[in-house]
């Protein structure tokens, strides 16, 4: 990838040892002692953490979370993982959360933990996950989902800050997801001095709470001066390869009586906190859930999996009946060039996307008529984009299993038909039957389906919400996600989101002898599949504001055309075709005004209004209110033409604010998906 790349990350450069041992080159430093390396970890990190104590009395779904200065190897890690699973209930969920601003390749990696065999297991499970080294936040998820792996690739001080809820002097130490145990594992403090120093030991302080603990194998007395400045209680032990080492915890009080007047929060911040949230009233486990889409079922799925009680509230008679219906999805994204906050969540997702539905291919038995990672081809129909072409090829060039841009004989071969066009190809893309991926991710044992039941209006009674059919109330829930699409309009507490409807229709074409040589997605103007049961699917038609789901003669035929334009040599045996003959279905998509999913709590517009109002006259306006959102009720829709690839991180998103994690996403992406960004810019452009 080129450094001028936003998502550009320089990896480790290494020097090998004898036996593996990797030394990192622009640190002086080894990562490990062979053959003492994990003893080291456990003595320093799980030992003066007392993690076996604490995990063993944790209670059932408990999570605990650990944070981590410097990935490395994943030695640390491993070692967590292995303990948790000897000691912490079986349904407990443990979320390791570590930086890392020069990871390893993965050949490196797997190098570097072949040195420890019997962690063997679980580094071939790492191995199978281990991310494409892009900047940002990539979260792993291990023995079904009991294990969350949060790997912050990436400056490790901006990262930690990033998992606070806020930025903001007046609320900077609240509503923070709470780091249980820290280890501090980056390089020595004299060689790798941007990992230690104040504002890391702040930012650990505000994301920690009276039981937090942390261990470090380095006793420099800077460090233990820091850390206790920061209200951490202290101690030194004997180290295992250095004399000493410190271990401590957290005391608030400490911090407050440490502060001096000008370190202590000051009142006013140049952005009002309007996405931040104060703690909720507790959300109980029963989560109603409205809507049975991927938005609806995949929501359920992961909050299903940390042992909460799900009802999915379905309309029609079926899951996946609206826009979640077609036979077969495209997994698949638009990468850019550009940092901009689009480009960012889109790269996120897609990257999640593949993970979640390898596993979940793996741990369901899925067979390949519901899903086929078989590659995904984007052809460049117009100047611009074949424009494009070469910048991607420079942008992604060391990341060959994310993108490689094609000629027009490459695409030929790539796709086993004729292309006259450049592109370029996601060869771990693919496509999905999300009918047959909602009536899979509903059938986890902590999920109940209520079908044929329209809920028209929700009321909260002694914190708990009603969900209101025409004559009758359908359940009583602790929280509710609203994931019925557009029709979340309906809803007083959400008619304000400004999701709109687009109509798409798609065509169901058999094959022909030339058509059977499909080997991928091809998209253009629409797309087209490899066949299942010797069907293509080809779509989809783009009407803006058509609301109506018939499906139509005149679409029929310009899907039709626009293959025939794209990719001529598929319809080359089809110039006969009678539309009139041709089946599909039409279906609404979801999407918003800049094109991001609407994700999250859902505010108070009225409220907002007022609070916010200054934000007319000035976007900086000295506001220090929190915003106001109704409690325990969430959204999740918006996900427009590419929701197989955006629900899955959207629903994890979801069920960490539900159970108060931490979120798999940066603060200001978690903020650009907020429901409130849309009033808070009108208000600023002053047009409401």
Not at 14 to 25: C, G, I, R, T, Y
Not at 43 to 53: E, I, P, S, T
Not at 190 to 207: E, F, I, T
Not at 539 to 559: I, K, M, P
């Amino acid at each position: 990838m080129s450094e001028k790349s936003p998502y550009y990350l320089q990896t480790a450069r290494l020097n090998w040892q004898q036996d593996n041992v990797p030394e990192a080159k622009d640190f002086g430093d080894i990562y490990f002692l062979l053959q003492q390396g994990l003893e080291e970890s456990r003595y320093v990190f799980l030992q003066h953490n007392q993690l076996q104590q604490r995990w063993q009395q944790l209670e059932p779904f408990e999570h605990f979370s650990i944070g981590e200065t410097g990935f490395g190897t994943g030695l640390n890690f491993l070692a967590a993982w292995q303990l948790w699973q000897k000691t912490a209930d079986q349904t407990a969920q443990l979320h390791f959360i570590s930086v890392e601003k020069h990871p390893l390749t993965y050949t490196d990696l797997e190098r570097s933990l072949s040195a420890w065999p019997e962690l063997a297991d679980y580094a071939k499970q790492l191995l199978a996950q281990y991310p494409t080294l892009t900047a940002g936040h990539h979260l792993l998820k291990f023995d079904h989902g009991r294990i969350s792996l949060h790997l912050l690739l990436g400056d490790g001080i901006e990262s930690i800050e990033q998992l606070r809820s806020n930025d903001h002097p007046q609320w900077q130490t609240q509503n923070h997801p709470t780091i249980d145990a820290w280890f501090l594992d980056g390089f020595s403090p004299s060689k790798n001095p941007d990992l230690w120093n104040d504002r890391l030991y702040a930012l650990m302080a505000d994301l920690s709470g009276p039981t937090t603990t942390l261990a470090t194998f380095t006793a420099v007395g800077s460090v233990r001066r820091g850390l206790s400045q920061q209200g951490f209680d202290i101690q030194k032990a004997k180290g295992f390869r250095k004399r000493e080492m410190l271990f401590g915890q957290f005391n608030p009080d400490n911090r407050m009586k440490n502060q001096t007047a000008a370190q202590k929060p000051k009142n006013k911040s140049i952005t009002a906190p309007w996405y931040f949230r104060k703690k909720s009233a507790s959300n109980g486990n029963h989560i109603a859930i409205i809507g049975g889409g991927l938005a609806g079922t995949s929501c359920a799925y992961a909050l299903a999996r940390r042992g909460c009680k799900v009802t999915l509230v379905e309309r029609e008679q079926q899951l996946a009946s609206g826009a979640s219906g077609n036979p077969q999805g495209m997994l698949y994204t638009k990468l850019s060039t550009e940092a901009g906050t689009l480009n960012q969540f889109t790269l996120s997702s897609y990257l999640y996307a593949l993970r979640f539905y390898r596993q979940w291919q793996q741990e369901h038995s899925i067979s390949a008529d519901h899903v086929d990672f078989c590659g995904v081809l984007q052809l460049a129909i117009n100047k611009k984009e074949q424009r494009l072409v070469p910048l991607l090829e420079q942008a992604f060039a060391s990341y060959p299993e994310l993108i490689q841009c094609v000629d027009p004989q490459q695409a030929s071969e790539l796709a086993g038909v004729d292309i006259d066009l450049p592109g370029w190809f996601f060869p771990g893309a693919g496509w999905v039957s999300p009918a047959h991926l909602c009536q899979s991710l509903a059938s986890h044992p902590n999920i109940e389906t209520v079908y044929h039941q329209e809920v028209i209006k929700l009321e909260q009674q002694d914190q708990q919400w009603q969900l209101l059919g025409g004559n009758n109330t359908i359940l009583e829930a602790d929280s509710v996600v609203i994931a019925n699409s557009r029709d979340a309009l309906q809803f007083e507490q959400s008619q304000s989101v400004p999701a709109k409807a687009i109509r798409g229709q798609i065509t169901l074409l058999e094959t022909s002898e030339v058509s059977s040589s499909l080997k991928t997605v091809i998209c253009h103007e629409g797309y087209v599949t490899p066949a299942i049961n010797n069907t293509h699917n080809l779509g989809a038609t783009f009407d803006n504001g058509d609301t109506d789901t018939s499906t139509r003669l005149e679409d029929h035929q310009r899907n039709l055309d626009s293959l025939q334009r794209m990719v001529p040599s598929l319809l080359s045996e089809h110039q006969a075709i009678d539309a009139n003959t041709l089946s599909g279905r039409a279906g609404l998509r979801c999407t918003s005004p800049d094109y991001l999913p609407i994700v999250g709590p859902l505010h108070n517009q009225q409220q907002f209004l007022e609070d916010y109002a200054l934000l007319r006259k000035n976007a900086h306006s000295d506001i220090a209110t929190p915003g106001s959102y109704y409690p325990n009720l969430y959204i999740n829709i918006g996900h427009g033409s590419r929701g197989l690839t955006s629900t899955p991180l959207c629903s994890e998103l979801i069920a960490a604010m539900i159970c108060a994690e931490a979120p798999p996403l940066p603060r200001h992406l978690v903020t650009a998906l907020n429901p409130a960004r849309f009033v808070i810019r009108d208000l600023i452009r002053n047009k409401l």
